[in-house]
């Protein structure tokens, strides 16, 4: 091969991440970008090793401290250090794509790929919603890369590199602690059949199951303890994932991000239409190839990453159904990985020319209908990177440092954070936390961010189980608040009873945003005699 035809993939992979990157600006892709640039950016202003976070006024964060993402927020402090928030986004967010994208790539030459440049470009951008949170400042995107590897090395590698990777995963994003070891339970599941069917007397690169486990373990414990106040972080942990998932079985109407409500299935075949029938293909693929014994032309370490990840995909498919739709991710990149693992058992020379065809004009029609769906997540979905600054810095030039800001939406938290650490918000990431602070006050706030009230709101679910109150009794007294900022496109009834009560005025207007300031009230006059 010419250094100029090896050079090609490698562009095409520079070229997917770039161009995605550059199809956002000056946008970003998500909210929540804000929030983990700004605490890296607190971490860097104060103590790495103090996780409170005071700027969570109702939450149960900032009464506990614990911080779910240190080792991802540890992993921010150079694009925090840049000191400006847009710069350090786009950065860590192309950092975190690119990384991403080297390992698939190199994951792929470890296992005798052939062409793993062109199939880690099209791993990107084989599901458009996917691809776009591979563009989000997010730990997901380090924990994925991180359990591909981890695939990849208790099939061809040692013991320790499986205690190094999960220790990163959960020091990284220890929500997703169980992921390291549900990799290897998978693991051990297709090892034992693989190794008996394709005999024990080959050469074995592949970790024992008696040593993977215990590494895992090990490494998933250290990556939690290596951590400041790991007992608190611990019990978010426990809010999370359990009170949340316990939550999300009632029929209280709680708000969450749409990443944690299961996809239907037809959204999910317009979605991913032709990943879902590669993925079915590929799924009857392997079952055929077991059956006539061609999984041996693989060799056992090949043969048992393909079944893994057959197997780890189909699981995640099954939550992304029934649980949340997040788990598309790992559905997808799991999927994908069997793809060119297959394609080396059957090579595109022996399919007729017909079939050839049908696969090329398939997979034109898919590229363009991707950077299509594509631009509707970047026009409808991404986020401006100044979102919030200038209601920020009015709020950091004209309150007390501490004052409290009332704000009607939860991910306004992270943008507000992010350009201004004087004042105190409300939550402070996802509304379990601000649920599990207090569910009275969380109600207080869900009914007005959800503009099912305006005038008045209430402490229980449903109301007649609790007390309505004035709005404006309820943000001075209970919430201790004279600043209140909504948007609004997202509470147009909110905003108009701001707009039309006297004891409210509007402080600021911005193309996005309005911030309005509570009138004190005058005393009542004295009765006589008093």
């Known amino acids: 091969m010419t250094s100029r035809a090896s050079a090609l993939p490698l562009a095409a992979m520079i070229a997917v991440v770039v161009a995605g990157h550059l199809s956002l600006f000056p946008n970003v892709a998500d909210l929540d970008g804000f929030y983990h640039i700004g605490h890296a950016a607190a971490y860097l202003q104060g103590s790495l090793f103090d996780t409170g976070l005071p700027w969570a006024s109702r939450s149960i964060i900032g009464d506990r401290g614990g911080d779910l993402w240190w080792g991802f927020h540890v992993l921010l402090l150079p694009f925090a250090a840049l ?4 710069a350090g986004l786009r950065l860590a967010a192309l950092a975190l794509t690119s990384g991403l994208t080297f390992v698939v790539y190199r994951v792929l030459i470890r296992h005798g790929v052939a062409g793993a440049g062109w199939w880690a470009a099209l791993f990107m951008v084989a599901v458009p919603n996917v691809f776009f949170r591979y563009l989000m400042v997010r730990p997901h995107v380090v924990s994925l890369a991180a359990s591909i590897l981890l695939l990849s090395v208790l099939v061809r590698g040692r013991w320790w590199h499986v205690v190094l990777l999960g220790a990163l995963m959960s020091w990284v994003h220890l929500s997703l602690f169980w992921m390291a070891p549900c990799l290897v339970v998978a693991y051990a599941i297709v090892r034992i059949p693989v190794t008996v069917a394709l005999g024990r007397d080959r050469p074995d690169a592949g970790v024992p199951i008696r040593q993977a486990i215990p590494a895992v373990i090990a490494g998933t414990i250290a990556g939690w303890l290596l951590r400041p106040d790991a007992w ?20 209280q109407p709680l708000t969450f991000a749409a990443e944690l409500s299961p996809i239907a299935p037809l959204e999910l075949l317009r979605t991913t239409w032709l990943f879902s029938v590669a993925w079915v293909v590929a799924v009857g693929l392997t079952a055929r ?11 056992q ?5 393909l079944l893994t990840s057959m197997i780890v995909s189909g699981v995640f498919l099954i939550l992304a159904l029934f649980s949340a739709r997040r788990a598309m991710e790992q559905w997808v990149a799991f999927g994908f990985l069997t793809f060119p693992l297959l394609a080396t058992i059957t090579p595109t020379e022996s399919l007729r020319r017909p079939v050839r065809f049908s696969v090329g004009v398939l997979l034109t029609a898919h590229l363009a209908w991707g950077a299509w769906r594509h631009d509707l997540n970047t026009s409808l979905v ?8 200038d209601v920020a810095g009015f709020l950091e030039a004209n309150s007390e440092p501490g004052e409290v800001v009332f704000h009607t939406k939860w991910d306004n938290f992270g943008p507000l954070f992010a350009f201004n650490r004087s004042n105190h918000y409300l939550g402070g990431m996802d509304p379990i936390f601000q649920y599990a602070h207090d ?9 007005l961010s959800s503009d099912a009230t305006s005038e008045w709101t209430c402490d229980a679910w449903p109301c007649i189980e609790g007390n309505a109150t004035d709005t404006w009794i309820v943000l001075r ?3 201790r608040t004279r600043w209140v900022v909504v948007e609004p496109r997202r509470n147009p009834r909110f905003t108009l009873f701001l707009l039309n009560d006297p004891r409210f005025r509007l402080a600021l207007e911005t193309r996005r945003e309005a ?9 009542a006059p004295a009765g006589p005699g008093s």
Not at 301 to 305: D, K, N, S, V
Not at 439 to 447: I, K, Q, S, V
Not at 515 to 523: D, G, M, V
Request: net charge negative.
């Open 515 to 523: 911030l309005f300031e509570l009138i004190p009230q005058p005393a």
């Open 289 to 299: 190839h077991a059956y006539r014994g061609r999984l041996d032309e693989l060799g």
């Open 83 to 86: 000191g400006s928030v847009s």
């Open 301 to 305: 370490g090949r043969a048992t990453f």
């Open 439 to 447: 569910d009275r006050a969380f109600w207080e706030f869900f009914y």
């Open 382 to 389: 991404a986020s401006p990177a100044d979102t919030m600054r």
């Open 477 to 479: 007294d209970h919430f």
């Open 232 to 251: 608190d972080t611990a019990t978010l942990l426990n809010i999370q994932l359990v009170q949340l998932f316990a939550l999300k079985a009632t029929d």
